[in-house]
Each structure stands twice: as C-alpha cells, then as structure tokens.
T-cell receptor, first 115, second 114 residues
Framework: AQSVAQPEDQVNVAEGNPLTVKCTYS??????LFWYVQYPNRGLQFLLK??????LVKGSYGFEAEFNKSQTSFHLKKPSALVSDSALYFC?????????????FGKGTTLSVSS | DGGITQSPKYLFRKEGQNVTLSCEQN?????MYWYRQDPGQGLRLIYY???????QKGDIAEGYSVSREKKESFPLTVTSAQKNPTAFYLC?????????????FGPGTRLLVL
C-alpha cells in the first residue's frame, strides 16, 4: 500500500536552532513529494515540492527539504527556527505514474519553537 | 487560502439532518477535492472530481455526497448516514490532472454536532 509516515508527532526546538521534520514514503514508481503547513483553524499552505532534478528543494519562509531516494525520505529543514514557525506540518506524496489522483498525506507533525 | 473559499466557517448539525458545505474556486482549476481532518489522523480523502459532471469516491465516502455541476463549485453534503461528522473539512483544487501540479487548499469548515 502507498503511504507516508511522519514518525514524530511533535518536534520541539529552541528559536535560532536548526529544525528537522522527518518524512518517509512508500509508493510505486517515482514519487512527487510535497510539504504543507497548517496554522490553527486554517487551511493548509503549500511550502515546497520535489518533482525531479536537484535533491535539495528550497521553498517558502526559508524552508528546504532533501529528497533521498535510497532512504525513501523527504525531510523538511530550516537552518534557524523562528517562534512563528510553530505549526502543524504535513508531508504528502503522489505517485508520478498516477495522474489525477489525490495526495496521500502523513498524519502530521506539530512543530513547537520556544523563545 | 487565496482563490478557494469555503463557507460557512462553522456549521452546526442536528441529529438526522443533512448539511451542505460550500467550496468555490476562481482559479480555473479542473480538479477539486474534499478531505476530512481529525486530530492525529491527518487528512483523509472523501471525494474528488477531475472534471465537471464527474466525481469519484475517496477513502471515506460513506455518509457523504457531492456534485460538480460547475467547474468552480464542488459542494459536499454530509448526510444523516454519517454518524460521526464532527471534524474539520478541507476543500482543495488543482490546475490539471498532471501529478506535478500543486494542490491548493481553502480555509476549511468546522462541523459540530448539536
């Protein structure tokens, strides 16, 4: 079955420190990978995506993610966390050989950045 | 959230009542989606539509119905058959069936049972 795993329900970091939110996936064929962020009682905001090419993808608000095919991972990173980064983060995948299908989401990771 | 509107922001349902959640987009997107979000469970797909007058069931379609009579509109009805409807409902749209295209989300509707 195709799936996305976010192994940490919560990640806690201090402001100014680097952060990593982990994501691993299982799909048939090559994956298209996405990260979204959700603030309380709001919709999901798109952060970045990996389609092809450079394994390091840069996105909004200083976030980046690294695609690792051998480890089937797509971890979200930021060099220096801000308190305003505190939110719920979702990793999602869509197999490249399945046009038209919806994204498959992980269960989400709550990021808490302390001042 | 820009370009996709959902209404109302909060909706209260009485026992045995059908309620309809609105989703409208002005992005000229072909595909539209409905997800249900429960705490700790991520997003689960209810229904999706790739073109007007066509839609498919997602993973948890039981107790829900949809229509796609216009490209810009994809309303979701929560029927009385849905026994546990309390959740946050998110509508999304995408420019084309291409798997590379980004999916964008509306602001959501929170449904509560009285």
């Amino acid at each position: 079955a195709q799936s996305v795993a976010q192994p940490e329900d919560q990640v806690n970091v201090a402001e100014g420190n680097p952060l990593t939110v982990k994501c691993t996936y299982s799909v048939s064929g090559n994956p298209y990978l996405f990260w979204y962020v959700q603030y309380p009682n709001r919709g999901l905001q798109f952060l970045l995506k990996y389609i092809t090419g450079d394994n390091l993808v840069k996105g909004s608000y200083g976030f980046e993610a690294e695609f690792n095919k051998s480890q089937t991972s797509f971890h979200l990173k930021k060099p220096s966390a801000l308190v305003s980064d505190s939110a719920l983060y979702f990793c999602a995948v869509r197999p490249s050989n399945q046009a038209g299908t919806a994204l498959i989401f992980g269960k989400g990771t709550t990021l808490s950045v302390s001042s | 959230d820009g370009g996709i509107t959902q209404s109302p922001k909060y909706l209260f349902r009485k026992e045995g009542q059908n309620v309809t959640l609105s989703c409208e987009q002005n992005l000229n997107h072909d595909a539209m989606y409905w997800y249900r979000q429960d705490p700790g469970q991520g997003l689960r797909l209810i229904y999706y539509s790739q073109i007007v007058n066509d839609f498919q069931k997602g993973d948890i379609a039981e107790g829900y119905s949809v229509s796609r009579e216009k490209k810009e509109s994809f309303p979701l009805t929560v029927t009385s058959a849905q026994k546990n409807p309390t959740a946050f409902y998110l509508c999304a749209s995408r420019n084309s069936p291409s798997p590379q295209e980004t999916q964008y989300f509306g602001p959501g509707t929170r449904l509560l049972v009285l």
